[in-house]
């Protein structure tokens, strides 16, 4: 599946770097298999749970670079999606709904529907206006999420059990992962059949040139929109799994720094690759918890390394991918495949 | 209950001249430069804290306060020479995670040199009592009319730079077509530090005069960003009337707005309720009217692109 | 020929208070090569736009085969059978010419929402690039990234580009501008070739190729046609003359006549 037009030494153009390796596919997945299994032989259940944790964020990054890597669409309000996510697990469970096969649907359902109508509006503008509303949009949520009592103001809405799923207790933290793991597995099929159809060979087109593919007879507005519902509905699913990880919602899901974080994993990962997103929330989750671990200003490392990244490509941002690749890759082969996670479709 | 509004449109006109003090930097850096800066609320917050620190030295808040001007100017003339120059050719992603990445350290930075607790500015002496504006009926903070005050004399000062100097020339030049005025001679470059540097003395001076109204917190910056950004769509991106009226707009449903919501909500349901929903509805009220002018005028109601 | 496949009816654009193009009247028969010419700034590129949809006209109607489209989008347009090249080379550079092509085709297939049925077999997209890129002339530069071609190429995919939609009206601009006289002679000899099976609406400055080309011509001062006819009526036409070609190119022609 590495290329699927002309001779195979045409492998680099962005209609195909967003294709996986299938034995990349199987790698991962092995990983994510084995990884509980030996931390649960060694007894290790914290890391049980960042690795449930590292899963949920992959799976939301994952969402946003359908829209930011693929789309070409800088969306600073996907904490939304997230929030608007894990807050339907936890309203209903208030109301005392709790069936997984319930709720689950019902969250990626509101998350796609916010999405939907966001896209609506900011799909209508450019470049730093779609930037900046998607972000005031997604304020809109925190605002009502901070303000409403029913949704427990500044400090959240506490989830009293997990969400019952028939047959399998999801309070041990190994059957959780597995749970996530099932799920986010899902998406991320769904993810590759989405990435290698038409539909999304149209999206990734559409970040190359707007205007050239609306000449040739695309409807490039509804196109991004459904990339962006899509991509909401995903964050939905990861916001879900995120409350009941946490057994809580708290209006920081959906502030936009958590926007602009999920925007930093995705940029480390790498934009538009197809394990862009989890690449980088497992780098960013684990580099946390190790700097974390020595000192109490992450975000001042954080910052540093953000705007060395930025700064030290001369082009602008350059995913750790392309560097750690263009090390081992210096002959003139690569050329063309340093360019895609800074495309500017918007600008 | 008519000086009760009266009240809070005197409180709108405050909050929305303040708002306005962000917005115009704001709004000038990203029409001149397409460039989009998420770090602008945190020079307002760097101005409140060194206005802060400058009075705990000085005692006395002019003095304070024209220090912290000077002092959050020349940072922006740093960080636009270090940054901000090299950034305004790069992506909008780019753009997006370094001005991100500023805010991370800017917070990050403060907590370091200032400590995670909230600083206080005292009013100025003279200030701190209230005005009678209608003999026994309306009373105003003389301080928060000083604040009034302030915002229409720099509202009036910026018109005239923009529109009566050949600065303000080169920038609504810059502002409407970027390569044309490049070609036309305007030299954009010092162009721009002029006013990035502007634009931090203007953060300051907001975050200095509402010092003694808030606490100078460490979040302060992102509170008052989103604000701004719905008025810069609001008014249009790069035109300094849009944004004076965008502030103004959006002061005035925060406030008046708010009140109003408030009283009429009292109608259909209990006190408690109706503050709350209220004052929500009054913050997605300024977002239904983004919403609204974007729809039907997507470059703001005063655009300054032709 | 004398089938009217394209006709406008008083359509106006107004930039801000300025008429940018008056169209009182305009046919195109189908099959023919429809020049429109003019000075700069006489609304060519403006009356094009708006016949492809990126401009919305302020009034006025487009009969395309009798119905009007001057309400329907871009992607409407294409899918109606009207199709354009750009003046400014607009295409996907960082893609291959067959993936540029294939994209094209892909459009017409109209299985862009088909999001869920991975398609493994591409052949039908694969052909259609295939198939265009011979009638351009680029088949040997099929797996070439596009950005890394010659201008003179470039413009040879930016017209396949508008074939690829198998439109049976094209819209031309400028397909010659910034090309060398060989190329400039190959892509009108590909004018020649297509306009059996498509109607070409071109906008030139090169009035030599126009007069060798165009089965008519139609003339635009300030936005508003002023003549209309085959290149020999147009050359003779004194309102022509006065108005746009001026006295040395009026000189010019009358040599080359």
């Known amino acids: 599946m590495m290329n699927r037009f002309g001779p195979s030494h045409v492998k680099n153009t962005p209609l195909n770097t967003g294709l996986p390796n299938p034995w990349s596919a199987i790698l991962v997945a092995v990983l994510l298999v084995t990884f509980p299994l030996a931390m649960s032989y060694m007894g290790e259940d914290f890391y049980i749970g960042m690795g449930s944790r590292i899963l949920i964020m992959a799976l939301a990054a994952t969402a946003l670079n359908l829209a930011l890597g693929y789309g070409g669409m800088i969306s600073l309000g996907h904490a939304a999606f997230l929030g608007i996510g894990g807050y339907t697990v936890a309203i209903l469970a208030k109301a005392g709904l709790v069936s997984a096969l319930l709720v689950f649907p019902l969250a990626i359902l509101m998350a796609s529907f916010a999405a939907f109508l966001i896209g609506l509006i900011s799909l209508r503008t450019k470049g730093v206006y779609f930037i900046m509303i998607t972000l005031a949009f997604a304020e809109v949520f925190y605002y009502l999420a901070i303000s409403l009592p029913n949704f427990g103001g500044d400090d959240g809405l506490p989830l009293r059990t997990r969400s019952s799923v028939p047959g399998i207790r999801l309070d041990n933290a190994l059957t959780f992962y597995f749970f996530v793991l099932l799920l986010s597995g899902l998406a991320i099929v769904l993810m590759y059949r989405l990435v290698s159809s038409r539909f999304g060979r149209a999206v990734v087109a559409i970040r190359e040139n707007e205007k050239r593919m609306a000449a040739i007879g695309y409807p490039v507005y509804r196109i991004q929109l459904m990339a962006f519902t899509l991509s909401g509905g995903l964050a939905g699913l990861a916001g879900a799994l995120l409350a009941n990880l946490n057994m809580s919602v708290t209006p920081h899901m959906l502030d936009w720094h958590q926007s602009g974080i999920l925007i930093v994993m995705v940029i480390l990962g790498g934009s538009g690759y197809f394990w862009g997103g989890l690449t980088g929330a497992a780098l960013f989750l684990i580099l946390e918890e190790v700097i974390a671990d020595h000192t109490e200003h992450w975000n001042l490392f954080l910052g540093a390394m953000l705007l060395f990244i930025v700064l030290a490509a001369p082009n602008g941002v350059m995913s750790l991918r392309d560097r750690v690749l263009g090390l081992f890759n210096r002959s003139g082969s690569n050329a063309d495949s340093k360019g895609s996670s800074e495309q500017e479709v918007n600008k | 209950m008519g000086y009760l509004i009266i009240e809070q449109m005197l409180n709108g006109l405050q909050y929305g001249l303040m708002l306005f003090l962000l917005a115009a930097g704001l709004t000038l850096v990203f029409g001149i430069m397409d460039l989009i800066n998420l770090a602008h609320g945190s020079l307002y917050m760097i101005g409140a804290f060194l206005a802060a620190t400058f009075f705990q030295m000085l005692g006395s808040f002019f003095p304070a306060l024209l220090l912290a001007i000077v002092a959050t100017a020349f940072i922006g003339f740093i960080l636009e020479r270090l940054l901000y120059r090299k950034l305004q050719t790069m992506s909008h992603l780019s753009q997006v995670l370094a001005t991100f990445a500023l805010i991370l350290i800017a917070n990050e930075s403060i907590k370091i040199i200032f400590g995670a607790q909230p600083l206080m500015i005292s009013m100025p002496s003279g200030l701190s009592r209230a005005i009678e504006i209608v003999p026994d009926e309306l009373y105003y903070p003389a301080y928060r009319l000083l604040i009034i005050g302030v915002g229409f004399a720099v509202a009036i000062g910026l018109y005239l730079l923009v529109n009566k100097t050949r600065t303000g020339m080169w920038m609504r030049a810059g502002a409407s077509n970027r390569e044309m005025a490049a070609v036309m001679g305007v030299r954009i470059k010092p162009l721009f530090t002029l006013v990035f540097v502007l634009g931090a003395a203007l953060c300051a001076l907001a975050g200095a005069l509402l010092g003694p109204l808030l606490a100078v917190t460490i979040g302060m910056g992102e509170s008052i960003l989103i604000p701004a950004f719905q008025v810069i769509v609001i008014g249009g991106i790069g035109s300094m009337r849009g944004a004076l009226i965008g502030s103004l707009l959006v002061g005035m449903i925060d406030t008046v707005g708010k009140l109003l919501l408030v009283l009429g909500l009292g109608f259909i349901t209990d006190p408690t309720n109706a503050g709350t929903l209220g004052s929500t509805l009054a913050s997605l009220s300024i977002s239904v009217l983004m919403v609204a002018v974007l729809y039907f005028r997507p470059q703001g109601l005063f655009p300054a692109r032709g | ?257």
């Open chain 3, 1 to 257: 020929m004398s089938h009217i496949i394209l006709e406008v009816k008083d359509l106006v654009k107004r930039f801000g208070g300025l008429v940018a193009s008056d169209i009182q009247h305009l046919e195109v028969k189908q099959g023919e090569i429809h020049a429109l010419i003019g000075p700069n700034g006489a609304g060519k590129t403006t009356l094009l736009s708006q016949l492809s949809g990126e401009m919305k006209p302020d009034a006025g109607a487009i009969l395309f085969e009798g119905e009007d489209i001057s309400a329907l989008p871009v992607h409407k347009r294409v899918q109606a059978g009207i199709a354009r090249s750009y003046q400014i080379t607009t295409l996907l550079p960082r893609l291959t010419v067959r993936e540029n092509l294939a994209l094209a085709v892909q459009a017409r297939t109209g299985h862009s929402f088909d999001f869920l049925g991975t398609v493994m077999d591409e052949t039908d997209l694969d052909e259609g690039a295939i198939n265009t890129a011979a009638r351009v002339g680029l088949s040997p530069e099929l797996d070439q990234i596009v950005g890394t071609l010659s201008h003179g190429k470039q413009r040879l995919l930016e017209l396949g580009m508008a074939l690829a939609c198998e439109p049976r009206l094209i819209l031309l601009d400028e397909p010659m501008a910034g090309t060398d006289v060989e190329e400039s002679h190959n892509m009108g000899t590909l004018m020649l070739s297509l306009k059996k099976q498509h109607t070409i609406i071109l906008v030139e400055h090169d009035i030599d190729a126009v007069f060798r080309l165009a089965d008519r011509i139609s003339v635009l001062v300030s936005g508003k046609v002023i003549a209309t006819g085959t290149a020999e009526e147009i050359k003779q036409n004194p309102a022509v003359i006065t108005a746009y070609l001026g006295e040395e190119d009026a000189d010019e022609l009358e040599v080359s006549a």
